[in-house]
């Protein structure tokens, strides 16, 4: 039997306080099915909520709140493994290699601080995380699978807004929904010719001089990234990078250095560490050729132009945007811009990026702004015009204005009734058994909260 991990809870801090307790004597408190709850999952739980709550004391039934959870999670890992639900090896290594890289990427890729901080390096930490990470995938698909049939109706979701008292709606400030339409500079032959030529003269000097790769990687790529860890981009399912980079990697034998590869984001000398199925294991240089201020005022004056042939009504917007922009994900959207933080096509206008902020500014609905430069989500100087679709006021809720932001809420929580609904069907079929002498005086009143009872009716220690 394995320890279990709350999921719903930061993966960086949980596993920082999970480390705190490693060389703790530990202790069962409890088994749900084949699973089992150790007394350092209760703790971390607990220092994580205590290290979120600003100093603002925990609420007295926090410790009920983390074991139903712990209950949940094990009961729901339990139920996984006999419905046959799995998660390979290879996802569990392509998540870990993604959180770990994300901590990197905020101490500056240095190793030396992810060591100090967590007592333990990347690799080393990949190891200790890879039973939880497991635990965490086949939770979220069994969760999914437990509610992939739930929907809602217009008729469900006014029906939560009607119970909502009157003085508890919600107050959404001013919002605003964008289009785009987006010019990307293009390199011009010469910058491109002399960004061939360095990767040309890179891949001679690791294949006939014997260069190491990774010592070139770090001094020349230009993914920065993926530079200061040698190169390399962790496993990576097919499908997940550009596919002429996925069609030059899939070809290459373990350990094989492919020819210089161009894609989109520039050359790339590809060096495939392993393969597995249909997941790689990569490392690259990447040449990136620059993009000059000619470059640049090209596409400025091309994106002007587009505009004004905008507004003196030679073009409409919409089919601006199918003719003209050059972003691929906005474009199927006919050209709305994505909040990242919701995925809605609404932004407050606190969560606009200020370039955007700035430019519509004074603007009103339907009117369209000058052309703004910007960095990509690849780091790319680009150039787009947005048009303001809609614009509310600051009020209080309604199904008119925030029909969508109210569908959200009715789903979740038509969802939470739904899995409560399932386990609670589920703790009967599952062996339960709650270690009372194993419980920590902070524990001790825990099994008499509301919460608790479910599981303390099927306890199989109970009379």
């Known amino acids: 039997m394995k320890k279990i991990w709350i999921p719903v809870l930061l993966w960086t801090t949980c596993s920082f306080f999970a480390l705190s307790q490693r060389l703790q004597v530990d202790k069962v408190v409890a088994v749900v099915g084949n699973q089992i709850i150790l007394h350092s999952d209760i703790e971390a739980q607990v220092k994580l909520m205590q290290s979120q709550s600003q100093g603002v004391d925990l609420s007295p039934?926090?410790?009920?709140?983390?074991?139903?959870?712990?209950?949940?999670?094990?009961?729901?890992?339990?139920?996984?493994?006999?419905?046959?639900?799995?998660?390979?090896?290879?996802?569990?290594?392509?998540?870990?290699?993604?959180?770990?890289?994300?901590?990197?990427?905020y101490m500056g890729m240095d190793e030396n601080k992810f060591l100090e901080f967590y007592s333990m390096t990347p690799v080393e930490m990949k190891e200790f995380m890879r039973d939880q990470m497991k635990d965490q995938l086949v939770q979220q698909r069994m969760q999914q699978q437990v509610m992939k049939s739930i929907s809602i109706t217009p008729k469900e979701v006014k029906s939560f807004f009607d119970r909502i008292p009157k003085d508890s709606l919600p107050y959404f400030n001013s919002e605003v929904e964008l289009?785009?339409?987006?010019?990307?500079?293009?390199?011009?032959?010469?910058?491109?010719?002399?960004?061939?030529?360095?990767?040309?003269?890179?891949?001679?000097q690791i294949v006939e001089d014997s260069v190491d790769f990774e010592l070139l990687a770090r001094k020349y790529s230009d993914d920065k990234a993926s530079a200061a860890l040698g190169g390399n981009l962790g496993v990576q399912p097919r499908g997940t990078l550009v596919p002429e980079f996925e069609a030059a990697a899939y070809q290459l034998k373990d350990g094989e250095v492919s020819d210089v590869v161009k894609t989109q984001f520039g050359y790339h000398i590809i060096q495939l560490i392993n393969r597995l199925g249909n997941n790689?294991?990569?490392?690259?240089?990447?040449?990136?050729?620059?993009?000059?201020?000619?470059?640049?005022?090209?596409?400025?004056?091309?994106?002007?132009?587009?505009?004004?042939?905008i507004l003196v009504d030679s073009f409409s917007f919409s089919k601006a945007i199918s003719t003209f922009s050059e972003d691929d994900q906005s474009k199927t959207r006919a050209g709305r811009i994505s909040n990242p933080a919701t995925?809605?096509?609404?932004?407050?206008?606190g969560d606009l990026e200020p370039s955007v902020y700035f430019a519509i500014d004074g603007l009103k609905e339907g009117d369209i702004t000058k052309v703004i430069e910007y960095d990509s989500r690849t780091g790319e100087k680009q150039f787009r015009i947005v048009k303001i679709l809609s614009r509310t006021q600051p009020h209080a809720a309604n199904l008119k204005d925030d029909y969508s932001k109210i569908r959200m809420a009715a789903l979740e929580e038509k969802k939470g009734r739904h899995i409560m609904n399932w386990i609670n069907s589920k703790i009967s079929n599952n062996?339960?058994?709650?270690?009372?002498?194993?419980?920590?005086?902070?524990?001790?009143?825990?099994?008499?909260?509301?919460?608790?009872?479910?599981?303390?009716?099927?306890?199989?220690?109970?009379?």
């Open 61 to 105: 039934d926090v410790r009920c709140y983390i074991f139903d959870q712990l209950f949940a999670n094990a009961l729901m890992l339990t139920e996984a493994e006999k419905d046959s639900v799995v998660v390979s090896d290879m996802e569990v290594q392509t998540q870990l290699d993604n959180r770990v890289n994300t901590i990197l990427s």
């Open 431 to 463: 062996y339960i058994e709650i270690k009372l002498k194993n419980l920590s005086e902070n524990d001790g009143e825990i099994t008499k909260c509301d919460a608790m009872k479910k599981w303390m009716s099927s306890d199989s220690n109970r009379p």
């Open 179 to 204: 289009s785009e339409i987006v010019i990307k500079p293009k390199v011009n032959p010469t910058e491109d010719a002399r960004a061939r030529k360095l990767a040309r003269n890179l891949l001679l």
């Open 343 to 349: 995925g809605e096509p609404y932004f407050e206008l």
């Open 280 to 309: 790689i294991n990569t490392r690259h240089i990447l040449i990136r050729p620059d993009i000059t201020a000619d470059d640049r005022e090209k596409s400025y004056q091309f994106l002007d132009s587009v505009r004004n042939l």
